[in-house]
Nanobody, 123 residues
């Protein structure tokens, strides 16, 4: 129901921009989050943007390097990832929902999920 795009292979220090687009509904009234699952690790929330865009959160591991944004006219949420590190490697998922709190980190708060997209940071 959500489609991620923009992943791939990048060298350390490089950049990628992920996009999250819904299929058949609008993101306008939903909070949207990006989760990441690194090899051998549990899935973690790395960033979230509220439905209005007024509240944005980042995990400490990506703060200052990643930027989440939304374009309601394009019905898309973006994750700009700069200064990528090998430890950023993983499958990235976008999720959306009418959450009970602003930008929750728990996956069960989100109603819609993408299939995930691979991001690999390596030489």
């Amino acid at each position: 129901q959500l489609v991620e795009s923009g992943g791939g292979l990048v060298q350390p220090g490089g950049s990628l921009r992920l996009s999250c687009t819904p299929s058949g509904f609008t993101l306008k009234y939903l909070a949207v989050a990006w989760f990441r699952q690194a090899p051998g690790k549990e899935r973690e929330a790395i960033s979230c943007i509220s439905n209005s865009g007024g509240s944005i959160n980042y995990a400490d591991s990506v703060k200052g390097r990643f930027t989440i944004s939304r374009d309601n006219a394009k019905n898309t949420v973006f994750l700009q990832m700069n200064s990528l590190k090998p430890e950023d490697t993983g499958i990235y998922y976008c999720a959306a929902g009418t959450t009970t709190t602003i930008c929750p980190t728990a996956g069960y708060e989100y109603d819609y999920w993408g299939q995930g997209i691979q991001v690999t940071v390596s030489t």
